[in-house]
Nanobody, 121 residues
């Protein structure tokens, strides 16, 4: 049974950093392309970053390029999202998900439950 469990969210001040974790079970994190998404109240879900199963290539939405880094640890079977230089605009519920395509963005097959990130002074 595929399961994704996010953790690491919380309250952080503008300019601060957080590292989100997406722990996988029922599969290995290099079997699927894994993506991070976020959704703030009243807004549509947004793609944030993904890491491809085929070659480990990474993709980022323009608004987080240079500030966020997605990575995976095959031993811990976990995908991380390192976030730095956070701003209030990054406040959202962050989800990880498995994606259908072996490279880049694609249809979502499984979701985690999400972890809340709040950036506020």
């Amino acid at each position: 049974q595929v399961q994704l469990v996010e953790s690491g969210g919380g309250l952080v001040k503008p300019g601060g950093s957080l590292r989100l974790s997406c722990a996988a079970s029922g599969f290995t994190v290099d079997q699927y392309t894994i993506g991070w998404f976020r959704q703030a109240p009243g807004t549509e879900r947004e793609e944030v970053a993904c890491i491809s199963s085929s070659d480990g290539s990474t993709y980022y939405v323009d608004s987080v390029k240079g500030r966020f880094t997605i990575s995976r640890d095959n031993v811990k079977n976990t995908v991380y999202l390192q976030m730095s230089s956070l701003s209030p605009e990054d406040t959202a519920n962050y989800y990880c998900a498995t994606l259908l395509r072996p490279k880049g963005w694609g249809p979502i097959t499984h979701w985690g439950q999400g972890t809340q990130v709040t950036v506020s002074s």
